[in-house]
């Protein structure tokens, strides 16, 4: 074949697309190591296998006991994440308190992590002022920045962010988080396209969860794999599979070490599954998907896989599973009374949370609200 017969065949390029991702995996369906390598390569021990299994208890947890409050009324908004805890909190492990994460508003989880406390998850999903307030219980500062509702948004943060370290000489990164919708937003490439530009230190997550709300991934872009859209902004961008915790750990930590190391931002595509709906706010998932999706999906979700590995390995069983849930639902249990019991807001303080110095017309309506005790 000619030069020009090479380089002008479309359907070869298309091809060649679809074969230069292989998905990493070490941990399969079954809970079977697969990549012995690759385990040997995350160097995770027997404690911090446990630790980090824990760690998607916990979050499959919240997302339980937050389900259970926004039917009973007492929640606000809230983006259920069964069946991303891989990709949330395997990827998140690998990160360090110094590290500045940037979430989407499915990404409480890891906020957790970084030690915001469940209370103030809670505030936020019902709009409360201190619910922005990124700090532990002790009044230490929490390095991640709200849950972004605007789509895409945060990955422009991220980057600005991640130039900054840079700047500064941090040993740190930025990381980031969004959806295989978020991919679509222009947010996205831009955040990954000034990274590159500038060689910032920026670890980036695209959630490929089959559905942007509604839209199927099949819908969301002709891209044989939304990896590929780092390749446009010159990031080394990879394919994993995000139901495997042990891979997305891994990956996350390569990930870190290239940006840390000076090499500019990789993209993660992290193929999971929303096992729920998009949100509390009245998604119904069987008008765009099937329940035998759904159900296929749960036999192969992230907990099952883990719980499989490590209870072979004599580390687990389900009396350690049953106490650690019961230690769990007595921490939310305390977090959900604190967050009710704190002081609700008004509309005055509304308006004066709104500005640090009010308009002449805020002014007015917080004097009005207030005298009528609102």
Same mark, same amino acid.
Do not use: C
């Given at each position: ?21 292989? /998905? ?64 949330? /909190? ?152 995000? /139901? ?131």
């Amino acid at each position: 074949m000619s030069n020009s017969q090479q380089i002008l065949d479309f359907k070869a390029q298309l091809e060649l697309q679809d074969t230069a991702f292989p /998905m990493l995996q070490i941990l399969n369906e079954e809970g079977k190591i697969v990549d012995e390598d690759g385990l040997k390569r995350a160097g995770l021990s027997d404690e911090k296998l446990v630790e980090l299994f824990k760690s998607m208890l916990f979050a499959r947890q919240v997302d339980i006991r937050s389900m259970k409050l926004a039917k009973q009324g007492r929640m606000g908004f809230f983006g259920p994440h069964a069946g991303q805890e891989a990709s949330q /909190m395997a990827s998140s492990f690998a990160f360090t308190d110094e590290d500045w994460l940037f979430p989407g508003y499915r990404d409480l989880p890891q906020i957790y992590a970084k030690g915001w406390p469940i209370w103030k998850g809670l505030l936020w999903s019902r709009g409360h002022q201190l619910g922005n307030e990124y700090t532990t219980d002790d009044g230490k500062p929490v390095n991640s920045w709200f849950p972004q509702i605007i789509i895409g948004a945060q990955y422009v943060e991220a980057a600005g962010v991640a130039l900054g370290l840079k700047k500064r000489k941090k040993d740190a990164v930025a990381f980031v988080y969004t959806g295989d919708g978020g991919s679509s937003q222009g947010d996205t490439y831009e955040g990954i396209n000034f990274a590159g530009a500038y060689k910032a230190p920026l670890v980036a997550f695209i959630q490929n969860n089959g559905y942007a709300i509604s839209t199927p991934r099949s819908l969301q872009s002709a891209a044989p794999h939304l990896a590929a859209k780092g390749w446009a902004a010159g990031a080394p961008s990879i394919v994993v599979d995000g /139901m495997d915790a042990i891979a997305m750990y891994l990956a996350s930590k390569e990930a870190r070490a290239w940006a840390v190391a000076g090499n500019g931002p990789v993209v993660i595509e992290a193929i999971t599954n929303r096992l729920e709906p998009h949100s509390t706010a009245g998604d119904d998932p069987l008008r765009y998907r099937t329940k035998e999706d759904i159900e296929a999906w749960w036999k192969k979700e992230p907990l099952v896989r883990m719980r499989n590995f490590l209870t072979e390995k004599g580390l687990w069983d389900t009396d350690k599973e049953e106490a650690y849930i019961a230690e769990l639902d007595s921490r939310i249990d305390a977090d959900i009374k604190k967050a009710n019991n704190v002081e609700k807001q008004k509309i005055s303080n509304f308006i004066k949370n709104t500005l640090e110095v009010p308009s002449q017309a805020m002014a007015e309506q917080i004097a009005k609200f207030e005298s009528e005790g609102k």
